[in-house]
């Protein structure tokens, strides 16, 4: 089974950066180059939602209120994706996970525990 851990989170003022890591690991029957991979996040009292894509040719898109701010990138070598954020603001609050992404919107691994980003001054 396939175990995701994402770290980078943390408490920043508006307006600041914030740089997420996700690392897979465990067995990986679909290999990693060949995932599309998903950044997710989900604030309290709110469903969770996929805020970046990144797909198996590095073709990447992102829902509009992060657009121009969040950069989602991957390293196959080492079974990571990143996502840079710059110029949070307090709605970017939410606890930040990753996973690869399936047909019609499902996941194909287990979710890790997710890194709690706070924007907050």
């Known amino acids: 089974q396939v175990h995701l851990v994402e770290t980078g989170g943390g408490l920043v003022q508006p307006g600041g950066s914030l740089r997420l890591s996700c690392a897979a690991s465990?067995?990986?029957?679909?290999?990693?180059?060949?995932?599309?991979m998903g950044w997710y996040r989900q604030a309290p009292g709110k469903q969770r939602e996929l805020v970046a894509a990144i797909t198996n040719r590095d073709s990447t898109d992102y829902i509009d209120s992060v657009k121009g701010r969040f950069t989602i990138a991957r390293d196959n070598a080492k079974f990571t994706v990143y996502l840079q954020m710059v110029n949070l603001k307090p709605e970017d609050t939410a606890v930040y996970f990753c996973?690869?992404?399936?047909?019609?919107?499902?996941?194909?691994?287990?979710w890790g525990q997710g890194t709690q980003v706070t924007v907050s001054s």
């Open positions: 996973n690869a992404q399936g047909a019609w919107g499902s996941v194909l691994w287990s």
């Open positions: 465990g067995i990986i029957s679909t290999p990693f180059s060949f995932t599309n």
